[in-house]
């Protein structure tokens, strides 16, 4: 079997599932947490700001999956956003990066 927590700021159940992995006792690395940077975070700062607000609720030192929840209309800031992720894994905040509900088109843009 597989223990995989899928969450975003969308969902607004971070908290709760940081006090439900504690008190689970399952040690944090036999969980895969999947959380994703809203459209409103799109930018460097904010994802940054973003990633870190979700490591404090979430109760964790690190996200194993950190996506781009979605492609923000009209906005290039989702490259910057990229950057930051690739960033945060160079920190060790996070273990893998990627988006989410992106088509070929948004990714050749």
């Known amino acids: 079997g597989y223990?995989?927590?899928?969450?975003?700021?969308l969902y607004s159940n971070k908290e709760d599932i940081g006090i439900g992995i504690i008190k689970s006792g399952i040690l944090r690395?036999?969980?895969f947490i999947t959380t994703k940077i809203w459209d409103i975070d799109h930018g460097y700062e904010s994802t940054i700001m973003a990633a870190e607000t979700s490591l404090s609720k979430l109760q964790t030192s690190y996200i194993d999956l950190l996506l781009i929840h979605s492609p923000r209309p009209g906005s290039q800031k989702h490259i910057e956003s990229y950057r930051a992720l690739q960033d945060?894994?160079?920190?060790?905040?996070?273990?893998?990066?990627?988006?989410?509900?992106?088509?070929?088109k948004h990714l050749l843009h």
């Open 88 to 104: 945060l894994v160079k920190r060790g905040n996070v273990r893998s990066i990627g988006v989410s509900n992106y088509s070929v």
């Open 29 to 31: 690395d036999q969980i």
């Open 3 to 9: 223990r995989h927590i899928d969450t975003a700021s």
